[in-house]
């Protein structure tokens, strides 16, 4: 049951930034976006990804995984669509 709920935590946390990505590329706009806070989020999720290795525990390792590929990404497009 354990695994269940730290699947689903995982996967609402990883789809978490997905709106804001698809956002970003669709309108090419950052403005309103923050580079310290998508930054924070990929450090942490980077640790985690590390930690979930660590303890061999897959649900953390593919979650985070994922997020730190999505939050690099939304950090990419904050320096590409930046005026």
Same mark, same amino acid.
């Given at each position: 049951m354990a695994d269940i709920i730290g699947i689903f935590a995982g996967f609402f946390t990883t789809i978490g930034a997905l709106p804001q990505i698809i956002k970003a590329y669709r309108t090419k706009s950052? %403005?309103?976006i923050s580079l310290w $806070? *998508?930054?924070t989020i990929l450090t942490g @999720?980077?640790?985690w990804t @590390?930690? %979930?290795t660590i303890? $061999?525990?897959w649900p953390i390792i593919i979650?985070? %995984?994922i997020s730190a590929?999505?939050?690099g990404i939304m950090i990419l *497009?904050?320096?590409k669509f930046s005026k």
């Open positions: 950052v %403005g309103d $806070m *998508f930054t @999720v980077i640790l @590390v930690y %979930g303890k $061999m525990d979650t985070n %995984g590929i999505l939050n *497009f904050y320096f």
